[in-house]
């Protein structure tokens, strides 16, 4: 995937949004009305769904995982789905984490597998029936928001207050998968995460439709080992300079950096020069957990080089809202059974 441009999250009518404005029209008309279609399939399992109106991170895996903490605490046994972005496999697979890597499965995938029994499929209604087998009473979809194959109990929508909806146009033009005001009638809940005014358009919206909305902030782990070193942070996620800010806010001497697409496959010659250019400047390199994940599964000296010097700076999604969160899951699970029962 290539990296997202940065018109893309700058307010106003750029050139070339402009010059791509019709065809994220077209795009924007076809995938609206593609979400808006009845499900195909409903799973035997309640199917809560992490996602975001736009392309890029918004925290949907931290939400995914500290989701499932909460959840695990009140006696469930969450499972997560995924189509498992960046990898080979089409699925529907169980991820094991002793025989897949990040190029069968996808790095989020691999993440998600450290939590609980994790599911990869481009078929959604095929991948949940596999999940159906397995230890599971409920399944997390990590994304698959704009996606109508299979039939979601509760979709929890995040929306970064730092970014938005971008500039307001939709793919290729604009971030957005498909106009804001059809995606928020797919909304059961909308999720501000971090700080900033830029969601208030997503908090309109949702106010109209009287949708609950509850606030989220991604907090990066303090990591000792980067204590008074002198770092090159490296990142290959949807918005890499948000990772390289949050080094800079928890004090850290962050000396270089270099930004990667969202979901990059490592090369050889791209850890050759990271590990070359650390070594000569003295600077101690520092990463994000997906982009860990990726070199660690990797096949390689150059690799394995990289995995074991390199840092990670982990992060946690914390939700202000966590009790009014539960509520409105054991509400949408008391609402599938007296349906299923009916």
């Not at 990869?120 to 009473?137: F, M, N, T, Y």
Request: aromatic share 8%; hydrophobic share 45%.
């Amino acid at each position: 995937m290539s990296k997202a441009p940065d018109f893309w999250w700058k307010p106003g009518l750029s050139p070339i949004a402009l010059l791509l404005a019709p065809v994220g029209w077209i795009y924007g008309l076809i995938t609206g009305r593609r979400m808006l279609a009845r499900a195909k399939a409903k799973s035997g399992l309640p199917v809560i769904c992490i996602g975001n109106f736009v392309v890029g991170g918004a925290g949907k895996t931290p939400f995914a995982i500290e989701l499932a903490y909460r959840l695990r605490e009140e006696g469930y046994r969450p499972g997560f789905l995924l189509r498992g972005y960046g990898g080979s496999e089409k699925g529907p697979l169980l991820v094991a984490a002793d025989l897949h890597d990040a190029a069968d499965v996808g790095d989020e995938a691999l993440l998600l597998a450290r939590y609980g029994p994790t599911v990869i499929s481009r078929d959604r209604p095929a991948g949940a029936a596999l999940a159906q087998e397995q230890p599971v009473d409920l399944l997390i979809m990590d994304d698959g928001f704009q996606n109508p194959a299979l039939a979601k109990d509760l979709s929890l929508v995040l929306v970064d207050c730092a970014t938005g909806f971008g500039n307001g146009f939709c793919l290729p033009a604009g971030p957005l998968r498909a106009p804001a005001h059809k995606q928020i009638l797919k909304t059961d809940c909308l999720v501000l995460v971090g700080e900033g005014d830029a969601a208030e358009e997503a908090a309109h919206l949702a106010g109209r439709k009287a949708l609950p909305i509850l606030h989220a902030h991604l907090r990066p782990q303090p990591n000792g080992e980067l204590d008074g070193r002198k770092l090159f942070a490296f990142a290959g996620i949807g918005r890499p300079q948000k990772f390289f800010a949050s080094l800079k806010e928890l004090g850290y001497q962050v000396k270089q950096t270099r930004a990667f697409a969202d979901h990059h496959p490592y090369t050889e010659a791209d850890v050759r020069a990271l590990l070359t250019e650390a070594e000569e400047a003295g600077l101690q390199l520092v990463t994000t957990a997906k982009d860990m994940v990726r070199l660690e599964t990797s096949d390689g000296e150059l690799f394995h080089w990289i995995a074991s010097s390199a840092r990670v700076l982990e992060v946690r999604m914390e939700i202000d809202d966590e009790d009014r969160l539960m509520g409105l899951i054991r509400e949408t699970l008391r609402n599938r059974s007296f349906h299923q029962q009916a």
